[in-house]
């Protein structure tokens, strides 16, 4: 009776097997694209998640329809990671080292494409203003990634977008975006700017 038992359940868990091998042929495949932080860096990122029966695949990049080169490439339990990339349309390829599944085809994919972008360059304008007779500096900011982080050099307070009664002499401003890339202005106050600005 036991023995006969045993047998049983090892036939089922061989259908249960059979079933998820098949369920898994071929791999249900998912790509995530983690964008550029600046302009002009390569720090992307795209990160392969492969649903598969315990399959070992050699993977390919293709950037716009061409193989990447030797790209950095970190495999994972579930999948593989490629960074370092710089913007533009990827998508990936894998075939299976050692095939497992029925069918050929089901050996290897074709992953969706997944666009890298990156964000416009920081840009930074500062206006010169009389506040009640002193002088005031406000600082315009486009680009990047909002949030914006402000830093006047040598002036208390000085971590917003517009700081009052400043004196005649150079002033530095420091923003920072939300991915930490940053940008610097400065502006400088004469005598001439008292005569010449307007309240």
Known sequence: MRFTLVLLLLFIADLAGD???KAQCPP???????DISC?????????LKVESTNQEYDYRLFLDMKMVSMPAMTKRPDGVEFSGLKPGKYYVTGNAVNPKC???????FVSK???LKQPQSLKMDINKSLREGKFAASAIVSGGTPPY???????????????LNLKCKRYKLSVTDANQCSIEGEVIFTREDKRNLKN
């Open 39 to 47: 302009e002009g860096m390569n720090d992307g990122r795209i990160v």
């Open 102 to 108: 029925p069918g050929e085809d089901e050996n290897s």
């Open 19 to 21: 079933a998820f091998l």
């Open 28 to 34: 249900v495949v998912i790509i995530q694209g983690y």
């Open 149 to 163: 982080r402000y830093e006047w050099k040598g002036i208390k307070g000085g971590n917003t977008w517009e700081v």
């Open 113 to 115: 494409q997944k666009t």
